[in-house]
């Protein structure tokens, strides 16, 4: 993978994903080290996102890196009108490798292309954010102690929500159940429906969540967003519909976990949060060593 | 009656050039935009609204004194799926086909997302043709499709 950018998850084939997620074990085992010593990592964020560059910050700086860049293009030259090709260029002189954030969907793909460094894509618009499905991987198997044959049911905007896009195509690769559950106005669009048909997969589509908690090993909640509706009245009887709350994960299996790529709204009742089965500030801690491994593997350091 | 037919024929026939038949009438104008015929300098004829058995209506464009390359001619295929074009020389037909729809589309369609960087930076727009019948454009850089309801041509 040395040298390899990471725009869209399909980028890395499973046998690629899975080497990351082994490396990211060992760096869970070892967090702190002096890998990048030598090294340079630019953090090119021209839309704020604290949660995934602290993430990205936080790994570079305990593996002994450098980072340069900005956490929003206010201030910058990108303000001044500069282009994103000419941007990348400059930056690629200055940088090993090139963690970039950007709300122009396809601008990842496109400094891939330009860029005499790798890149790595930590969100372009409404079209992908891989780093999150590999940590969502990651999460999966630690919990679950496989990634194969699971009962995985989703909750939330399926419609517009790029994390499950892509976490649903990366799960087509490990014969899983998909259970999803949505108001009708919000099911997942037939292009990512597409890969789960192409694999043959079992999917269920509800729009009442209670039901299939009992059959789940995950349930994977996500934020409805107030602007996808018209009617505001319509928005609070869904907000309300898709809340969940600790008396209803009572009955569930053992390995039972929910997670959520987080920020929450209120679609998680924060007397879920000190359930052992709720799992996702874990979640958010483990995108730091897949992050590391990521990087490693990047460099060509592991 | 016969005499009028010898005229018609007169009018339409080409000495030398591209026939391309088959064409939806409703298209007739997009592929004249995708050849580029309405800035091309020699007799361009085209008709709309032709009878056809196959199709119900039809249109028909005939260029004179030139032969396209197949990947020209196929670009054409995104709204006109099954024109046939036929070459003439010294008003004999030499060479028919029909047009095929390329795997890749590259800089002559627009991406639908306005939201896409082909639309903002100076990036050609390239497609993976995901569904030839129905025409389904896969966007290279921000992998959405494009159909044949939002296509547009550069
Ligand atoms: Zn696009």
């Known amino acids: 993978m040395k040298n390899k950018s990471l725009v869209s998850i399909n980028d890395y084939t499973k046998e690629e994903q899975l080497r990351i997620l082994e490396l990211a074990k060992e760096f869970e085992k070892q967090p702190v080290q002096t890998i990048l010593q030598d090294h340079v990592i630019a953090s090119l964020f021209f839309e704020p996102s604290t949660r995934t560059r602290l993430s990205f910050e936080s790994a570079v700086n305990r593996l002994g890196g450098k980072v340069v860049g900005f956490s929003e293009a206010s201030n910058t030259s990108v303000k001044k009108g500069e282009s994103l090709r000419d941007t990348i260029l400059t930056i690629a002189n200055y940088s090993d490798l090139i963690v970039m954030r950007n709300p122009i969907e396809g601008s990842a793909r496109f400094a891939s292309e330009i860029s005499s460094v790798p890149i790595i894509n930590a969100g372009d618009g409404a079209n992908q954010h891989p780093t999150q499905t590999l940590l969502d991987l990651y999460s999966i198997l630690k919990t679950q102690g496989t990634l194969d044959n699971l009962e995985v049911a989703m909750v939330g905007d399926l419609k517009y929500g790029r994390t499950i896009h892509s976490l649903v195509i990366a799960l087509c690769n490990f014969n899983t159940t998909f259970h999803l559950v949505s108001p009708v106005e919000l099911k997942l669009p037939s292009s990512v429906k597409m890969h789960i048909k192409e694999k043959q997969l079992a999917y269920h589509q509800y729009t009442d969540m209670e039901e299939v908690i009992p059959k789940a090993d995950l349930l994977y909640m996500t934020r409805i967003q107030r602007e996808r509706f018209s009617d505001p009245l319509e928005y609070e009887r869904i907000k309300n519909a898709y809340n969940l709350h600790r008396d209803m994960i009572g009955q569930t299996k053992e390995n039972f976990r929910v997670l959520h790529p987080l920020p929450r709204v209120s679609e998680i009742n924060i007397n879920v949060d000190d359930s052992p089965k709720a799992y996702y500030f874990e979640q958010a801690l483990n995108g730091v060593f897949v992050r590391q491994a990521l990087i490693a593997s990047i460099l060509g350091l592991k | ?154």
Do not use: W
Not at chain 2, 28 to 44: A, G, S, T
Not at chain 2, 80 to 86: D, E, G, L
Not at chain 2, 124 to 135: M, N
């Open chain 2, 1 to 154: 009656m016969n005499n009028k037919k010898v005229t018609e024929l007169k009018v339409s026939a080409i000495e030398n050039g591209t026939v391309i038949d088959h064409i939806p009438s409703n298209a007739v104008f997009q592929v004249i935009r995708i050849l580029k015929l309405e800035r091309f300098e020699n007799m361009v004829l085209f008709a709309t609204n032709l009878e056809s058995k196959k199709y119900g209506t039809k249109g028909i464009i005939k260029v004179s004194g030139k032969y396209f390359a197949p990947e020209e001619l196929n670009k054409i295929s995104l709204v006109a799926p099954h024109a046939s074009v036929i070459e003439i020389h010294d008003f004999q037909v030499k060479n028919k086909t029909v047009v095929e729809t390329p795997d890749k589309i590259r800089g002559i369609v627009k991406c639908f997302n306005p939201n896409c960087i082909t639309n903002i930076e100076e990036v050609p727009a390239i497609f993976t043709v995901v569904d030839k019948d129905d025409i389904r454009l896969k966007c290279h850089y921000c992998e959405k499709i494009t159909t044949r309801n939002t296509i547009e041509f550069r």
